[in-house]
T-cell receptor, first 115, second 114 residues
Framework: QKEVEQDPGPLSVPEGAIVSLNCTYS??????FMWYRQYSRKGPELLMY????GNKEDGRFTAQVDKSSKYISLFIRDSQPSDSATYLC???????????????FGKGTKLSVIP | KAGVTQTPRYLIKTRGQQVTLSCSPI?????VSWYQQTPGQGLQFLFE???????NKGNFPGRFSGRQFSNSRSEMNVSTLELGDSALYLC?????????????FGSGTQLSVL
């Protein structure tokens, strides 16, 4: 079982819809959770960053973490065609003895917002 | 502030060859990580460097190696290329690579192995 699981979609919604993207994780030690957005032929871009449980809102985007159920969510309100991209959830992963850490990513959900 | 810069953007190689990819981190960032992205496996961690030392390594064969220079710029090398090495190789930087830091990615190098 991967440490971070994400439904790959694809997900297609009409413009203006509310989009809900979800991930689950298995490592109860994870403390930091991120959402990245990746456009075609580009690198991932940090979209939302959350520490521990709770909600974080930034404009049309809301990130939610429920540590009791190990569930990570991203909500996009009033979705726009420019939101069409692949969305990747990530959590901090294995922590090496040398003091560094690596991110563990979900496989990404491809979202299309239709005008 | 300039972002993470990766060169080249595209590479086409044949099986058995070797390749070197380059990454310049954001100014002031001393940690550089490398990831491989494929449609089947998603993003997978290769290794992380800090102050010219490899601190963390993912589960990849020894054909994949890297290094970091005193100016924090990093290179990764893949020797004896295989068809399965075709992927988008992404470099990411952060200030010190410790838990909770934000990671910033470059646009990647798309490697095709024929």
């Amino acid at each position: 079982q991967k440490e971070v699981e994400q439904d790959p979609g694809p997900l297609s919604v009409p413009e203006g819809a509310i989009v809900s993207l979800n991930c689950t994780y298995s490592n109860s030690a994870f403390q930091y959770f991120m959402w990245y957005r990746q456009y075609s032929r580009k690198g991932p871009e940090l979209l939302m960053y959350t520490y521990s449980s709770g909600n974080k809102e930034d404009g049309r985007f809301t990130a939610q973490v429920d540590k009791s159920s190990k569930y990570i969510s991203l909500f996009i309100r009033d979705s726009q065609p420019s939101d069409s991209a692949t969305y990747l959830c990530a959590s901090e992963g294995a922590y090496s003895g040398a003091g560094s850490y690596q991110l563990t990513f979900g496989k990404g959900t491809k979202l299309s917002v239709i005008p | 502030k300039a972002g993470v810069t990766q060169t080249p953007r595209y590479l086409i190689k044949t099986r058995g060859q070797q390749v070197t990819l380059s990454c310049s981190p954001i100014s002031g960032h001393r940690s550089v990580s490398w990831y491989q992205q494929t449609p089947g496996q998603g993003l997978q961690f290769l290794f992380e460097y800090f102050s010219e030392t490899q601190r963390n390594k993912g589960n990849f064969p020894g054909r994949f190696s890297g290094r970091q220079f005193s100016n924090s710029r990093s290179e990764m090398n893949v020797s004896t290329l295989e068809l399965g090495d075709s992927a988008l190789y992404l470099c990411a930087s952060s200030r010190s690579g410790v838990g909770g830091e934000k990671l910033f990615f470059g646009s990647g190098t798309q490697l095709s192995v024929l």
